[in-house]
């Protein structure tokens, strides 16, 4: 099935630090999203892009979908300590149709802590 | 505005018991999906319904395991016999028509089988 890569798997920075991760497919993407799980909650969603070059902001958060529709990047600027958690990258992949529609693939996560 | 409503937040029960796992949509979201989390595996769509009809149930890893949604508002999970390999965290999540590739997730319920 359709495969997300998300890097890095785990990152390890200090308070005020900028912190930039990407996810990467074989296959083009219709839409991208990002979500971030603290422990013991569930995913919540931070950013939602729609269109390829699209450049989203939400905060100290910026998202981009990448242009061949087959990446995207999720940049968190001054990083805090409440940063602390995994963010998922994830898709409807862009054949999805049918019984797919609205089937997201999920990238495997990249684990975030901020010391302070 | 509430978010997606899963109960119990926690589940402990022994092997061979049926487990029940309850979900509320977000009012007004007409599609409905349910996910496991296990650190092997990460997250894995199970199953997902339309206007409370199953659309996609391939993600059931077996007969053990069925969902159920008798409204717009009310979703089940039943494991019947349980086992200690379900031992996960199962998710719902909803959505609505227009952007079914947008998912809003509740809390989870941590299920462990003994």
């Known amino acids: 099935g359709q495969q997300l890569n998300q890097s890095p798997q785990s990152m390890f920075i200090q308070e005020g630090e900028d912190v930039s991760m990407n996810c990467t497919s074989s296959?083009?993407?219709?839409?991208w999203l990002w979500y971030k799980q603290d422990p013991g909650e569930g995913p919540v969603l931070l950013i939602a892009?729609?269109?390829?070059?699209e450049l989203t902001s939400n905060g100290r958060l910026t998202a981009q979908f990448g242009i061949t529709r087959k990446d995207s990047f999720l940049n968190i600027s001054a990083s805090i300590p409440s940063d602390v958690g995994i963010y998922f990258c994830a898709g409807p992949p862009g054949n999805a149709g049918g019984t797919s529609y609205g089937k997201l693939t999920f990238g495997q996560g990249t684990i975030l802590t901020v010391h302070p | 505005d509430a978010g997606v409503i899963q109960s119990p937040r926690h589940e402990v029960t022994e092997m061979g018991q049926e487990v029940t796992l309850r979900c509320k949509p977000i009012?007004?979201?007409?599609?409905l999906f349910w996910y496991r989390q296990t650190m092997m595996r990460g997250l894995e769509l199970l199953i997902y319904f339309n206007n409370n009809v199953p659309i996609d149930d391939s993600g059931m890893p077996e007969d053990r395991f069925s969902a159920k949604m008798p409204n717009a508002s009310f979703s089940t999970l039943k494991i019947q016999p349980s086992e200690p390999r379900d031992s996960a965290v199962y998710f719902c999540?909803?959505?609505?028509?227009?952007?079914?590739?947008?998912?809003?997730f509740g809390p989870g319920t941590r299920l462990t089988v003994l």
């Open positions: 009012s007004g979201h007409d599609y």
């Open positions: 296959s083009i993407f219709n839409t």
């Open positions: 892009l729609y269109k390829a070059g």
């Open positions: 999540a909803s959505s609505t028509t227009t952007r079914t590739d947008t998912q809003y």
